[in-house]
């Protein structure tokens, strides 16, 4: 769920094709950070439910300024 949000808004928005539309109008919202973190053996070890746990990290992009949003666990 997480990651197809980030996919989307790291997109920008989708217009029909043949709908003439600025390309400022296009802009994405997000952008994707690196790749996902799953935890450390150290940290499974800790906390065994931490297995299956996996974190993904994407900019916002607000008035061409980032600012950190971390995209949860899945």
Do not use: Y
């Not at 808004?9 to 919202?29: I, N, W």
């Amino acid at each position: 769920c997480v990651k197809q949000f980030i996919q989307k808004k790291a997109k920008g928005d989708s217009f029909p094709r043949k709908l003439p539309v600025m390309h400022h109008q296009m802009q994405p919202t997000l952008r994707k950070v690196g790749s996902a973190i799953k935890p450390s053996e150290e940290e499974i070890r800790r906390n065994p439910r931490a297995r299956s746990a996996i974190m993904r990290v994407a900019e916002r992009l607000v008035d061409g300024r980032c600012q950190i949003e971390q995209g949860g666990w899945q």
